[in-house]
């Protein structure tokens, strides 16, 4: 996967993934955690993105998905657990194949075996209430682009 750690904070290449279900985006935490995500995951070296984006859907959901486009592209620079941290992520649109996943407002567990995972689909516009990060995606998910978008975040400054 690529992901540095050094003295002076950490960097990671991740993907990730938006699915929208009538009016709904799903979210994930991990287990402790006391905010929500998008699900995705770290680029692995010689994966291109959208690629690791549908593999991280298949290992933390069991679910099988397609690349419908890219969204965004974000540069975001955060504190999390003591660390600075230097993201770049790729933002997929994604659709599920065949889908089994339950539908509605009750959290469940995700299928990765060493990852606690909690999924839970989130009503797009009540996203102003939800402790979710990056930020922008409050906003930004209710209005999605038609072509992509770059992002910065710099929430060091």
Not at 137 to 152: A, D, N, Q, W
């Given at each position: ?46 994966e ?18 397609t690349?419908v ?54 009503p ?34």
């Open positions: 996967m690529i992901h540095f750690k050094s003295a002076e904070g950490v960097f990671n290449f991740r993907s990730v993934a938006v699915i929208i279900h009538q009016g709904y985006v799903l979210l994930h935490q991990q287990r402790g955690d006391d905010f929500w995500a998008l699900p995705g995951g770290r680029v692995e070296w010689f291109d993105s959208a690629t690791t984006v549908v593999r991280e859907i298949q290992e933390e959901l069991g679910q099988t998905a690349v486009r890219p969204l965004w592209h974000a540069e975001n620079f955060f504190g999390f657990d003591g660390k600075r941290f230097h993201e770049l992520s790729t933002y997929y649109l994604m659709a599920l194949v065949d889908s089994n996943l339950p539908f509605g407002e009750a959290a469940f567990s995700g299928v990765e075996a060493d990852v606690d995972l909690i999924f839970k689909w989130f797009i516009d009540e996203l102003a209430a939800e402790p979710l990060y990056p930020e922008f995606l409050r906003e930004k998910l209710s209005s999605l682009p038609e072509g992509v978008e770059f992002i910065r975040v710099n929430e060091l400054d």
